[in-house]
């Protein structure tokens, strides 16, 4: 088929490279248009602009996707079919008319369960056990399109949003190009999502990272893992913001501790919560590196008064 294939982001990168690497004709990429990157904040292609420019494809940068000048290059173009990966824009009913196979989406859960901008993050903070991830027909609804195929993979107790969503990208590249050789054949038929079982997965935003102490710690290493790497997770010290990789909970070191109030050993540094403690992995001061949470507290000199809030 005659392909346009839509994505931003790294995560929508092994998708491209198996449908370039397939007997497809990728004819042209939508990705979002350069932005400020770095310290110089100089302008940047998207890793599927680089990605597609490096291998000669055709790339478009609308500024919206209902640009007259996007859809009427779209028309041109005429893809058979739209393959979508973590675009990052609504498409308005004329750009989802002009391929014959419509847009086809691959979302990362199980649909209908957490549709939405952050599925892999509210997995992750919600505590599940599995996620996955599907292809559906894209409609003018928020991920509500008839499903395609599905993969399932588990979610490790240590995986964090940037170790899940690399193994499901890679996964689902190989689920999107069999989605695209079966409508090819036609030999896949979109069912409708169930009614029963849909969650949203809103954005997690900066605010949302920071660290409450006085929850579980439970919920304290699901946020920190959620957030990582992004929005990125964070607690205050000496009324300076500190951001927090994973941490690791420790119910075997017992009570004593309240909701943030430190104990500093050699080789660790535990951070009370409303349960038991948790031990900090690798934290970053204000304006400096990452480092070691026993290389923190000894540079800080913690007292008996210091804690996270």
Not at 4 to 11: D, N, R
Not at 137 to 142: D, P
Not at 148 to 155: K, N, Q, R
Not at 264 to 283: D, M, N, Q, Y
Request: glycine share 12%.
């Amino acid at each position: 088929m005659r392909l346009v294939f839509a994505g931003t982001p790294e995560t929508a990168v092994p998708s491209l490279e198996a449908l370039l690497g397939s007997s497809h004709e990728v004819a042209a990429v939508v990705t979002r248009p350069d932005a400020p990157a770095g310290r110089g904040r100089r302008l940047t292609a998207s890793p599927v602009g680089a990605r597609a420019a490096e291998a000669g494809v055709e790339v478009l940068k609308p500024a919206k996707a209902r640009d007259p000048e996007f859809l009427d290059r779209l028309r041109v173009i005429a893809p058979d079919c739209c393959p979508v990966v973590a675009y990052g824009a609504l498409l308005p009913r004329e750009a989802l008319d002009i391929p014959r196979h419509g847009w086809v989406n691959l979302h990362f859960s199980l649909l209908p369960a957490w549709r939405g901008a952050a599925p892999v993050q509210r997995a992750i903070l919600h505590g599940d056990d599995v996620t996955g991830a599907a292809t559906f027909q894209i409609e003018e609804g928020l991920d509500t399109g008839p499903v395609y195929g599905v993969l399932t993979e588990p979610i490790r107790p240590d995986d964090t949003t940037g170790s899940l969503l690399g193994r499901l990208a890679d996964a689902g590249s190989g689920l999107l190009l069999d989605t695209m050789n079966g409508i090819e054949a036609g030999v896949l038929e979109p069912r409708p999502q169930p009614a029963e079982g849909v969650s949203q997965a809103a954005k997690l935003t900066p605010e949302d990272g920071r660290v409450d102490w006085h929850r579980p710690a439970l919920h304290v290493d699901r946020l920190v893992r959620a957030c990582t790497p992004a929005p990125g997770a964070w607690t205050s010290f000496r009324d300076t913001r500190v951001k927090l990789g994973p941490v690791r909970p420790r119910p075997e070191a017992g009570g004593g501790l309240g909701p943030g109030e430190l104990r500093a050993g050699k080789k660790e540094v535990l951070v009370g919560t409303a349960t038991h403690p948790v031990a900090l992995g690798e934290v970053q001061p204000q304006g400096k590196r990452r480092m070691a949470a026993a290389d923190w507290a000894r540079g800080v000199g913690l007292t008996g008064e210091d804690a996270l809030i």
